[in-house]
């Protein structure tokens, strides 16, 4: 089954620019069997289409349902849970790499570090602290090896980690804009029908329960920019400390309320 693993939707983040029903049309044209939605932060654009297809998606195509998880030292990290399982502290930005996984691993779910070589605070190997560089990396269940919005060189040196680790590849387009939806793939080996089935399937497998690939995409923001996406880079550091921040009440209510459901 071919899958695009990191789909971001008009409907759950705020660059999207690609409605969920348009990222269906187009990848199944594309010959995919399905895709993960992977919105900042958010469910919003799973939710949209849930609520627009009552039985959760087409026969022939498979929407599962994962998040890109803001963490606040060691950049983006690509959740799945369950299909049963829901956590609100997933939209809440902010929490540290270590509380994240496990808190993901005490529920069920899998989760792995989203294109891990890419930009500056973005990602696992260019965090500010030192000791969040690859100091989780065995702990994680999975990596992104191929991203269509990274450098070849980029996607060689995940690939490298993911070797080095033993760790199975997901490829994702990563795309926010039409024209990068399904420039890159997963494809597993055996059938995937829920995200139940597909964390199985990387916990038993590991790296024999699927392939990547793709190609580079030329429209990124960072492409256009050149010099000046260092800028860019910078603000998002200030963005996501500021937006932790404002949601840390809130992360320590749902803290407070999966350790109790943890310890009953």
Sequence with gaps: MKFDMHCHTKEGSLDGKVPIEEFVRVLKEKGFDGMLVTDHDSYKGYRSWRERRADGGQEDFLVLKGVEYDTIDAGHILVIMPENVKLKILELRGLPVQFLTEIVHKNGGILGPAHPCGERYLSIT??????????????????????????????ATAM?????????????????????????????????????????LVREKGRQACACGGEHYMGTTKEKMGRMNSLLVQSFWFYNHLASLMRARKRRRELGRLYIRIKA
């Design 160 to 200: 490298e980690i993911a070797a080095r680790y033993d760790k199975p590849v997901f490829g994702g387009s990563d795309a926010h804009k039409p024209d990068c939806v399904g420039l890159a793939y997963t494809e597993f080996q055996e059938p995937v029908r829920c995200e139940s089935d597909l964390i199985r």
């Design 126 to 155: 260019n965090t500010r602290k030192h000791k969040n560089r690859l100091a989780v990396m065995d702990r994680f269940d999975f990596l992104e090896g191929f991203n269509a919005c990274e450098s070849p060189e980029s996607n």
